[in-house]
């Protein structure tokens, strides 16, 4: 069983950045597989980044302005947010999945509460 909890979430303005945390439990953390998803109002949650230990991929729509890093040691996950947007806004969530690398929401197992990102114009 893994439990994830997300922090880092605000209010910023466009242009500005913010950095989100997604700490773990588990004592295989280093072997999941850990995504970000994030999900605006009235939409699907969609993906935004994953990272499998020996390498990354990113949704076309962050790419460059986003970067996940995870600390194994410490059983956390990051995200930071450079050049955000207003159509950044959304509920961010971290994922992990044991078994697979997707970019499909339901083939992870564990999710997170998810932590409110604004961005404002």
């Known amino acids: 069983q893994v439990q994830l909890v997300e922090s880092g979430g605000g209010l910023v303005q466009a242009g500005g950045s913010l950095r989100l945390s997604c700490a773990a439990s588990?004592?295989?953390?280093?072997?999941?597989?850990m995504a970000w998803f994030r999900q605006a109002p009235g939409k699907e949650r969609e993906f935004v980044v994953v990272?499998?230990?020996?390498?990354?991929s990113y949704a076309d729509s962050v790419k460059g302005r986003f970067t996940i890093s995870r600390d194994n040691a410490k059983n956390m996950v990051y995200l930071q947010m450079d050049s955000l947007k207003p159509e950044d806004t959304a509920i961010y969530y971290c994922?992990?999945?044991?078994?697979?690398?997707?970019?499909?929401?339901?083939?992870?197992?564990?999710w997170g509460q998810g932590t409110q990102v604004t961005v404002s114009s």
């Open positions: 994922a992990a999945d044991e078994r697979r690398v997707s970019r499909v929401p339901g083939e992870y197992d564990y």
């Open positions: 588990g004592r295989t953390f280093s072997t999941y597989a």
């Open positions: 990272d499998w230990g020996r390498g990354n």
